[in-house]
């Protein structure tokens, strides 16, 4: 049984990794949208939702509180 919660965690967490990372890297688009939606500081806005994400799958995939 910990060997399926293990990869369904692994698998929960990825959708924040790839999240996280299109923010990074597809950073002009993400800031676009941002703007058009009236985000104040918009660059950095963006900047810091995609470290938190890759940062917040990371500790999910790593078990980081999991007995929470």
């Known amino acids: 049984m910990n060997s399926v919660m293990l990869i369904g965690r692994i698998l929960f967490a990825f959708m924040f990794v790839a999240s996280g990372l299109n923010h990074l890297t597809k950073a002009e688009a993400m800031v676009g949208y941002a703007t058009y939606k009236k985000v104040p500081a918009p660059k950095l806005a963006n900047a810091l939702s995609g ?3 890759v940062l917040g799958g ?3 995939i ?3 509180y999991a007995d929470l």
Do not use: K
Request: hydrophobic share 80%; proline share 0%; no cysteine.
């Open 51 to 53: 470290i938190l994400m």
């Open 58 to 60: 990371l500790s999910v």
């Open 62 to 64: 790593l078990g980081v």
